[in-house]
């Protein structure tokens, strides 16, 4: 996506300052999660952008994190592909996909009915979001724990599950402070 290269560029001195951008070799179990986790990001980027153009904050305040959130998880992909980069694994097939369109057809089939159900309501598209960090969450957690601890991969997991936390804060208090909007259906029998 590279959205924000100054963002990349500065995550990729960080490593380098800290001593851990350098290439690692991953096993091809690794390098199939690393190529999900790059789609994953994608997905949850391309759904908050969705979600920030249906829900345009000047009409709906509760739908402040779509457009915050939406800029982190291009970030978030760009770091990604910096160490599908440093680890010598090409994922042009990824990058070449438009948005809304994946090469997971698991992430494909998931992002269409999320954008369906999200569409329904600005409080259903952020319990969308919510979900899709917790998910996100658990799936770094996994990933993490398939790698040693000393790789820039397993470093980078750890900041995208960091900023995932964040994302879920937002999510949740965005939540709180919004009313679920109830259906045509129940509206109409509560008339």
């Known amino acids: 996506m590279n959205a924000h290269p100054t963002l990349s560029a500065l995550f990729?001195?960080?490593c380098a300052a800290t001593g851990i951008a350098h290439a690692d070799s991953y096993s091809a179990?690794?390098?199939?999660t690393?190529?999900?986790m790059i789609e994953e990001e994608k997905l949850a980027g391309d759904l908050y952008e969705a979600f920030s153009g249906l829900y345009p904050l000047a009409q709906y305040p509760s739908a402040k994190p779509f457009g915050n959130i939406m800029k982190s998880e291009d970030a978030h992909m760009d770091a990604l592909l910096t160490q599908a980069g440093l680890a010598g694994v090409d994922v042009s097939d990824l990058t070449g996909m438009?948005?809304?369109?994946?090469v997971n057809s698991a992430l494909q089939s998931l992002h269409d009915s999320l954008l369906a159900r999200g569409g329904g309501s600005s409080y259903a598209a952020l319990e969308i979001?919510?979900?899709i960090e917790v998910q996100d969450i658990a799936d770094l957690d996994a990933?993490?724990?398939a790698l040693p601890a000393t790789s820039s991969l397993y470093a980078t997991y750890g900041q995208l599950q960091w900023a995932s936390g964040n994302h879920l804060t937002a999510f949740n208090r965005h939540l709180a402070m919004a009313a679920p909007v109830p259906e045509a259906e129940t509206y109409a029998l509560m008339l």
């Open 29 to 32: 179990e690794a390098i199939d």
């Open 34 to 36: 690393l190529r999900y």
């Open 129 to 131: 979001g919510r979900d």
């Open 143 to 145: 990933a993490m724990a």
């Open 12 to 14: 990729v001195t960080l």
């Open 98 to 102: 438009p948005k809304g369109r994946f």
